[in-house]
């Protein structure tokens, strides 16, 4: 199947008001030309300079979301490209994220990682922290930066029933935070890839990230 059929296929599965996030790492330009002449306008990539090697190459008109784990010293590269950073791990990231979108005079959209997986691999705050970040008061009075909801990873297994558990735990936070944070733009749960994704929008994923089954196996 080619790119173009893929989104097709996917876009006519997906319910209305669920987002398509093509995650594009690791695959070159001319792949993501292919996907953006089917329509595609919402691109993921997880690593940095990735990122910024390909924004200047592609339309203006794509809507970058960084998605993997942002080191510090690595936020400053992103902050002309990307338009949402899904992968807010901790306070002092989001802070930097603020501090850095004012200084190029930028607005910018993020999203909490919520970690919910087995794996110690995968980064985000947990449930107990995050509700205990806005309990304090972290996610107010952010000048630069709005906060738009929550991104999470299930466990990488083909055990579903696990699967959804956390995928209704991330569900089940987000409500919480919702009512905390009390601001309508907090709207987006950003849950599900190519192997989980119809469970992630049975439990409220408004945006989905998907790579394998649009472009096929990276190739690393
Ligand atoms: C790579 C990646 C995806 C997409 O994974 P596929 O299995 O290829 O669909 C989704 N989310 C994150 C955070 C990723 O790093």
Do not use: C
């Amino acid at each position: 199947m080619s790119i173009v059929q893929n989104i097709e296929r996917l876009k006519a599965q997906l319910p209305q008001g669920v987002k398509l996030v093509a995650v594009s790492k690791f695959h070159p330009v001319e792949r993501l030309q292919e996907a953006y002449e089917a329509g595609q306008r919402i691109f993921g990539e997880n690593r940095a300079q990735e990122l910024a090697a390909k924004a200047p190459q592609l339309p203006t008109d794509i809507e970058w979301h960084f998605i993997g784990h942002l080191q510090k010293n690595k936020v400053r590269m992103i902050m002309p490209w990307a338009s949402t950073i899904q992968s807010i791990d901790s306070e002092e990231l989001l802070q930097l994220v603020n501090k850095e979108a004012a200084r190029i005079d930028r607005h910018i959209k993020v999203l909490l990682q919520l970690h919910v997986a087995k794996e110690q691999t995968k980064s985000g705050f947990t449930v107990e922290e995050v509700l205990q970040a806005a309990r304090n008061g972290a996610f107010h009075d952010l000048s630069n930066v709005t906060i738009a909801g929550v991104m999470a990873m299930a466990t990488f297994t083909t055990d579903m029933e696990q699967v959804a558990q956390e995928f209704e735990l991330v569900h089940d936070t987000f409500a919480k935070l919702q009512s905390m944070i009390n601001s309508p733009a907090f709207n987006e749960i950003s849950m599900g890839m190519s192997h989980d994704w119809p469970v992630a929008v049975e439990h409220g994923a408004t945006l989905v990230r998907i790579g394998t089954d649009i472009f096929g196996p990276r190739e690393y």
